[in-house]
């Protein structure tokens, strides 16, 4: 699972989103790794991950923590983006121990948004507000994954409903939503921050669904005041 392994600090893990993968954080990665031991994970199934893996969403808070037992991380903070935000809040409620502080980004808790239309409409608003510079590591990643493990993870992520897991949450939590978000509406962050005790909401303005990359600047100047609070 793991990509990179980079920097000295406390550790920090990178989760990315469905259909993504590690390269998602490439613009996060030499600001981060200055202050953290960053680790970026390709989930199973996607990114660089070998091609038979299958991603497991009930099982996959007990893989990641397996993976940290590997590297020799007994606690670290999470950052995860929309599916990755998911895991990482399961892992924030299943494992408390093992979660120093969270950041959600545009998380894919979808079952806390109201169905219908915006399921068609929603991506296809977000794509047209997405970096171009994006859009040739999204395609690639895409297709290096292929439709059968995209479509299995994406009805595993419409089926997941984990909203109690979010009262579960203890550690301190920052939530981070792009302004013109569709795929993951920003009521679904408004009620995530409802849920998790003591979590803020931090709205990016001019993003959409990736923040870490239409707005590097800025969420890099986030993370990293709220890890070091």
């Not at 935000?85 to 399961?90: K, Q, R």
Request: charged share 20%; net charge neutral; proline share 7%.
């Amino acid at each position: 699972m793991v990509r990179d392994d980079v920097g000295t600090g406390p550790p920090l893990v990178l989760l990315h989103g469905l259909a993504g993968s590690a390269r998602w954080w490439s613009r996060n990665v030499p600001a981060l790794s200055r202050s953290f031991r960053l680790v970026t994970i390709d989930l199973p199934g996607f990114g660089a991950s070998p091609r038979g893996q299958r991603l497991d969403l009930e099982g996959i808070v007990e893989q990641l923590a397996g993976t940290l037992d590997g590297l020799g991380i007994e606690r670290a903070s999470l950052v995860g983006h929309s599916m990755g935000g998911l895991i990482a809040g399961g892992m924030a409620a299943d494992r408390p121990d093992r979660v120093e502080r969270l950041i959600l980004v545009n998380a894919a808790f979808l079952s806390l948004a109201p169905a219908g239309a915006r399921s068609v409409t929603g991506p296809a608003t977000t794509l047209r507000r997405t970096a171009p510079s994006l859009l040739p590591v999204l395609v690639a990643d895409g297709i290096r994954s292929g439709p059968l493990r995209l479509t299995d993870a994406s009805l595993q992520l419409l089926r997941a409903d984990w909203r109690t897991k979010l009262p579960k949450i203890a550690a301190p939590t920052l939530v981070i939503w792009g302004e013109h978000d569709r795929i993951c509406p920003l009521a679904i962050g408004e009620q995530i921050v409802a849920a998790v005790a003591g979590a803020r909401l931090v709205v990016v303005e001019g993003a959409a669904h990736n923040p870490m990359w239409e707005r590097p600047d800025e969420f890099n100047r986030l993370v990293l005041a709220f890890l070091g609070e």
